[in-house]
């Protein structure tokens, strides 16, 4: 049991930065009885024993019995027989089929189910592949029929533990005089998308405190993968970040002129992430880097992706992390107006202002109270949903999404050009089945195991839903189990005119920002991998200014696939009591464990207080 355990560890280390740490042992009063495949079998084989018996017994019956015997055999092979083609078309791979659910009115409890379930593509001009979880979306659509006059269940929209509003954002307190970075000058140019960088500045505002250093405002560095020539300033306000952290650290815009025209890789001032262990300590930084900063007074960090390690930390340089991510880092006006007109449009214009709008879009929270007044806060509601379900995440997971040869042909490609390492880790490494990795939770939930979570939980069909992300693998086919068991899904691309958006386009830093306002401003965000940053930030940010009110959906995905696994034979109600205890067990409300991001967890004493 060790080495199994020891080989999934090593190999969610090597991928993607998981944080489902939940246990993964159901007990075993939640688990299901495995059904006896025999059994049915065994019951239909005695009633035609019985029926077509010898000769001799059927001599001694009255015509009548012996008509209504027969008749019943008739029956009984008729209702097999139309179980199976019922079966075999659900689950025929080779044909193309397509769900369409018809809603008799608003207020009807009934759902028509024409023809079969789902077309679920890899793309356009691809084979259909496998209907996945058919019977399963199959009951879902008939409960989400049937749920329209029930009202959903209680604490749905809120946090079950009231103890969750015992903790206040504290952050902003200061018990240090002001670093006068007497030691040299810091450049920092982050890699990655907007939420590595955004996690990069923090981290180096917290070195440059530790290293009485200056810190140069920092630059973004451009990325093959996301395409992006943002920096710094047209993401976050300039003047707001270096006047806030004035009481902690020098920022200055650009280096002294007699530093500008050194050769900083000459003089060995060059610092790059190979020269940098992960999760470095504070001590590692004053033992080499400072001594570097002593003697050219500048050092240049290329990349510095995850560089600084959570614990141990002195408490009041760990506040200023916190303090940097939740109160320095705020958006340029361009990004808060349009993030603070998709909120809008998201409560349908009904007035009302959330507990974290003001600190997301500044200013332009006044607009929330420009809407109608006589609706309705129910009306308002939205849930936003970051489904992390790109071709990367696909790709690197080493999972399987029922795509068949073709998907595996297709995420192979993809591996040798993105992730060769991966690659060749696989021809050298024995690594864990699809199957073994799915049980371990290291699997990102695909859309149709997205909506089949959310109608578990009992969100009704007419829930507003505002999806983040970017292209989904496997394009409008691969969502069409979401958007239609869920139509009112929308995006910031649904959302805004062509014009609102043009300035946004080819930056995805920045669309990815808007994102980020309006899942972290949502009545509930789910997210369906908890190893992502960017939802990551979005909770920690719900937890820190939430008030202990912002609901947020994290699945324990090891819990869910033991339920999933079960698809074929698990009844819709013993599947929605499952999922909802499932996930209400990763709501509990705890302090940051230690080793843990504050960015995420910001439940500790250095950043927020309880009272």
Known sequence: MTSRSNSFSNFSESSYDYDDKEQSTVPTSDRDEPLNPGHRNNSFNGLLGFTFGSKKMRKKKPFCQEKAIVGLALFVIAFVGMNWWMLSRIQNSGRASQVEFRFLEDNSSTLSIRGELLRLGLGKGRKPQKTIYARLLAKAAHSLAEGQKKSEPKDLWAEPYFVASSWKPCAEQRQWLPSEGKNGYIIVTANGGINQQRVAVCNIVAIARLLDATLVLPRFLYSSVWKDLSQFGDIYQEEHFIDYLKPDIRVVRELPQELQSLDLQAIGSLVTDADVVKEAKPGFYKKYILPILHKNRVVHFLGFGNRLASDPLPPQVQRLRCRCNFHALKFVPKIEETGALLIRRMRQNVTRL????????????????????????????????????????????????????????????????????????????????????????????????????????????????????????????????????????????????????????????????????????????????????????????????????????????????????????????????????????????????????????PRCKECMCNT
């Open 354 to 601: 959330g507990p974290l709008d003001r600190h997301l879009v500044g200013p332009f929270s006044k607009s929330m109270l420009k809407g109608e007044r006589n609706r309705g806060e129910k009306v308002a509601r939205y849930l936003a949903l970051h489904l992390r379900f790109e071709i990367d995440m696909v790709a690197h997971s080493l999972c399987e999404y029922g795509g068949g040869e073709e998907e595996r042909n297709e995420l192979e490609a993809y591996r040798e050009i993105h992730f060769p390492a991966l690659v060749e880790l696989k021809k050298t490494t024995k690594l864990p089945s699809p199957a073994a990795l799915k049980a371990e939770g290291l699997c990102p939930l695909m859309p149709e195991e997205t909506v089949l979570m959310l109608a578990a939980l009992g969100f009704n069909r007419q829930t507003r839903i505002y999806l983040a992300g970017a292209h989904i693998y496997g394009g409008k086919s691969r969502l069409a189990s979401l958007t239609t068991l869920y139509p009112n899904l929308v995006t910031k691309e649904s959302l805004l005119s062509s014009s609102e958006i043009e300035p946004f386009m080819n930056f995805s830093s920045q669309l990815a920002a808007l994102d980020f306002i309006v899942c972290t401003a949502a009545d509930v965000f789910a997210m369906t991998d908890s190893g992502s940053q960017f939802s990551s930030l979005v909770s920690g940010f719900r937890v820190y200014f939430g008030r202990g009110k912002m609901a947020t959906i994290r699945p324990n995905k090891r819990r869910l696939a033991d339920i999933f696994v079960k698809n074929n034979t698990i009844d819709w109600r013993t599947f929605e009591q499952r999922v909802r205890k499932a996930v209400r067990q990763t709501k509990r409300v705890f302090s940051r464990p230690v080793g843990r991001s504050v960015y995420r967890y």
